[in-house]
T-cell receptor, first 114, second 113 residues
Framework: GQNIDQPTEMTATEGAIVQINCTYQ??????LFWYQQHAGEAPTFLSY????GLEEKGRFSSFLSRSKGYSYLLLKELQMKDSASYLC???????????????FGKGTKLSVIP | NAGVTQTPKFQVLKTGQSMTLQCAQD?????MSWYRQDPGMGLRLIHY???????DQGEVPNGYNVSRSTTEDFPLRLLSAAPSQTSVYFC????????????FGEGSWLTVV
């Protein structure tokens, strides 16, 4: 089966840096995604990691360690518009299924304060 | 391109009624799926399809049916609505292959009373 853990809520100050952690257990790991979801909206893609290491994309970076079952999303120079939920999702073999599927964590609600 | 289009955006049903949530994508994606999102539960996979004519169950399939007669469309049917099916439903699609990004529709807010 698959199990994904991430903190429920975090608060950070505008202009600061915040790191959102995600730990996972899965059968047949085949990639990890981070999505951003503003309240009342659909999730939107932020990043993808399949190999160990850091992927940087502007103010956002994502890190993966497959041996530790661990990833983090790093947000720099926080802006008020970054207040949203951040979803960690792992692609792995769904129990009973014959294909790889994306399983989501419960999300981390980030509040950016002035 | 419209991307992934879901209808209706909001719906109120009475217990026992049936309805269909429509989903269409214009990106020629092979893979389509339905998720439901509940407070404190995250997104959970209901059903998915890897191509026209092929569907399979996800994590929480009970009470739902799907079909995939064309590449573009992937409707979700609630056979006999129950209050436990009150949720936000997201349709998603992507190209086949591990690293391809999944794109989500705007969501359908369903309330069963």
């Amino acid at each position: 089966g698959q199990n994904i853990d991430q903190p429920t809520e975090m608060t950070a100050t505008e202009g600061a840096i915040v790191q959102i952690n995600c730990t996972y257990q899965t059968s047949g790991f085949n990639g990890l995604f981070w999505y951003q979801q503003h309240a009342g909206e659909a999730p939107t893609f932020l990043s993808y990691n399949v190999l160990d290491g850091l992927e940087e994309k502007g103010r956002f970076s994502s890190f993966l360690s497959r041996s530790k079952g661990y990833s983090y999303l790093l947000l720099k120079e926080l802006q008020m518009k970054d207040s949203a939920s951040y979803l960690c999702a792992v692609r792995g073999l769904l129990p009973g299924a014959g294909s790889y599927q994306l399983t989501f964590g419960k999300g981390t609600k980030l509040s950016v304060i002035p | 391109n419209a991307g992934v289009t879901q209808t209706p955006k909001f719906q109120v049903l009475k217990t026992g009624q049936s309805m269909t949530l429509q989903c269409a994508q214009d990106m020629n994606h092979e893979y389509m799926s339905w998720y439901r999102q509940d407070p404190g539960m995250g997104l959970r996979l209901i059903h998915y399809s890897v191509g026209a004519g092929i569907t399979d169950q996800g994590e929480v399939p009970n009470g739902y049916n799907v079909s995939r007669s064309t590449t573009e469309d992937f409707p979700l049917r609630l056979l006999s609505a129950a209050p436990s099916q009150t949720s936000v439903y997201f349709c998603a699609s992507s190209y086949a292959g591990a690293g391809n990004t999944i794109y989500f529709g705007e969501g359908s807010w369903l309330t069963v009373v």
